[in-house]
């Protein structure tokens, strides 16, 4: 039977402590998850970064997929910052 691999960033979205781990040291991170899927670009991307741009970065995509999320549910964000306004 083939194990089961979580895409990373599926992984860091969906869990916190993950991507907290991940934030603070990226080769532990994912040695201590063993199911998680990354690439050999992702990896040297993240581990290219000092902590706190790791920080940003993940975070950024954090905030994207749950901005598009909202988006894809409720329709554009208006220029009020509300969800469903032109």
Same mark, same amino acid.
């Given at each position: 039977?083939?194990?089961?691999?979580?895409?990373?960033?599926?992984?860091?979205?969906?869990?916190? *402590?993950?991507?907290?781990?991940?934030?603070?040291?990226?080769?532990?991170?994912? #040695?201590?998850?063993?199911d998680?899927?990354?690439?050999?670009?992702?990896?040297?991307?993240?581990?290219?970064?000092? #902590?706190?741009?790791?920080?940003?970065?993940?975070?950024?995509?954090?905030r994207?997929?749950?901005?598009?999320? *909202?988006?894809?549910?409720?329709? @554009?964000?208006?220029?009020?910052?509300?969800? *469903?306004? @032109?």
């Open positions: 039977m083939e194990e089961l691999r979580i895409p990373l960033w599926t992984r860091v979205v969906a869990d916190p *402590g993950f991507r907290d781990a991940l934030i603070d040291d990226p080769l532990r991170a994912l #040695a201590g998850a063993g998680v899927a990354a690439s050999a670009e992702q990896i040297e991307q993240l581990e290219g970064m000092d #902590a706190d741009e790791r920080g940003e970065f993940v975070r950024g995509v954090v994207e997929v749950h901005m598009r999320g *909202g988006q894809a549910r409720f329709g @554009s964000i208006g220029p009020d910052g509300r969800l *469903g306004r @032109s």
